[in-house]
């Protein structure tokens, strides 16, 4: 296991060091969840936070297997055809968010083309089984595009998330090159038709930099949330999971976060979360608040 107080990302204009963790803890959490067969974006994306929330009790679980349909090209999730879908997952996370004691938990997915419903219903099972098992948590689901059906999106309301959260992942220009299968406006719709089904939902999204964007797309982007009536906004720095995937163009410092972070509060968004190694789930039960 690599020691993290060691470990950084370094260029010529930034360094980021990777906080202390508890070794011992984290090995508890991790050993626990892969004796549930539980799988999180946590370690199949390669999260530098993992080991900080691990050896805090706390992961981000990731369900509807972890073979992801699409092809976007900074994610490091595997992609190809994803196996059957597990009916015992929603039970086994719900076991292990007992065990670990949590009030607040993040559910997300690979992309499902595949699937009709695109997994939407495998998403309200798990919902479901959390709110029998741990009916004091509270729940942030982390949806894919859907394909745009709004029908299983509402199903996906109607299960009564606490938050709903879908990722623009990068600004609108980059799409075509980086998420080739997905579509910018259509992200943009389902956020804006979640607040439509239920106008309390708090909604959320975010997107990485250092891929190139301009300082207006950025701002744009951030505009187009607010539009939509996104509640709260991640930013984070993009960091290359390997030399296959896209290599970063830009590291922003810790003060261009904090000027973007400025910017967005002027534009209206008051809850945001703007730092480099910010991730869409992490410290997700501070920022919900």
Same mark, same amino acid.
């Given at each position: 296991?690599?020691?993290?107080?060691?470990?950084?990302?370094?260029?010529?204009?930034?360094?980021?060091?990777?906080?202390?963790?508890?070794?011992?803890?984290?090995?508890?959490?991790?050993?626990?969840?892969?004796?549930?067969?539980?799988?999180?974006?946590?370690?199949?994306?390669?999260?530098?936070?993992?080991?900080?929330?691990?050896?805090?009790?706390?992961?981000?679980?990731?369900?509807?297997?972890?073979?992801?349909?699409?092809?976007?090209?900074?994610?490091?999730?595997?992609? +190809?055809?994803?196996?059957?879908?597990?009916?015992?997952?929603?039970?086994?996370?719900?076991?292990?968010?007992?065990?670990?004691?949590?009030?607040?938990?993040?559910?997300?997915?690979?992309?499902?083309?595949?699937?009709?419903?695109?997994?939407?219903?495998?998403?309200?099972?798990?919902?479901?089984?959390?709110?029998?098992?741990?009916?004091?948590?509270?729940?942030?689901?982390?949806?894919?595009?859907?394909?745009?059906?709004?029908?299983?999106?509402?199903?996906?309301?109607?299960?009564?998330?606490?938050?709903?959260?879908?990722?623009?992942?990068?600004?609108?220009?980059?799409?075509?090159?980086?998420?080739?299968? +997905?579509?910018y406006i259509l992200s943009l719709e389902?956020?804006?038709?979640?607040?439509?089904?239920?106008?309390?939902?708090?909604?959320?999204? +975010?997107?990485?930099?250092?891929?190139?964007?301009?300082?207006?797309?950025?701002?744009?982007?951030?505009?187009?949330?607010?539009?939509?009536?996104?509640?709260?906004?991640?930013?984070?720095?993009?960091?290359?999971?390997?030399?296959?995937?896209?290599?970063?163009?830009?590291?922003?410092?810790?003060?261009?976060?904090?000027?973007?972070?400025?910017?967005?509060?002027?534009?209206?968004?008051?809850?945001?979360?703007?730092?480099?190694?910010?991730?869409?789930?992490?410290?997700?039960?501070?920022?919900?608040?």
């Open positions: 296991m690599p020691d993290n107080s060691k470990m950084t990302f370094v260029n010529s204009q930034l360094e980021i060091r990777i906080k202390p963790y508890d070794k011992q803890k984290y090995l508890i959490t991790k050993e626990l969840l892969e004796n549930y067969s539980i799988n999180t974006v946590c370690i199949e994306a390669n999260c530098p936070n993992r080991y900080e929330c691990f050896s805090k009790g706390t992961a981000t679980f990731m369900i509807l297997g972890k073979i992801c349909t699409r092809n976007c090209f900074y994610c490091n999730i595997q992609k +190809g055809i994803p196996k059957k879908v597990d009916n015992s997952e929603p039970k086994m996370v719900a076991e292990v968010i007992k065990k670990l004691k949590l009030d607040y938990v993040v559910i997300t997915c690979v992309t499902r083309d595949d699937l009709k419903d695109s997994g939407a219903g495998h998403f309200v099972k798990t919902i479901n089984e959390i709110r029998n098992t741990n009916p004091n948590c509270k729940i942030e689901v982390l949806i894919s595009d859907l394909k745009g059906n709004w029908k299983e999106l509402k199903k996906i309301i109607d299960a009564k998330p606490d938050i709903l959260n879908h990722n623009m992942e990068v600004v609108k220009e980059l799409f075509s090159k980086l998420r080739p299968k +997905g579509n389902l956020l804006k038709k979640a607040k439509e089904f239920n106008p309390k939902l708090k909604t959320k999204s +975010g997107f990485m930099l250092g891929f190139g964007e301009s300082e207006d797309q950025i701002n744009k982007t951030i505009k187009e949330l607010k539009e939509v009536n996104c509640d709260i906004i991640t930013l984070g720095q993009y960091l290359q999971p390997s030399k296959k995937h896209f290599k970063v163009k830009k590291y922003y410092t810790f003060e261009e976060f904090k000027k973007i972070k400025e910017k967005a509060r002027q534009i209206g968004i008051s809850n945001i979360i703007a730092s480099p190694l910010v991730r869409s789930s992490y410290k997700a039960n501070e920022i919900s608040k």
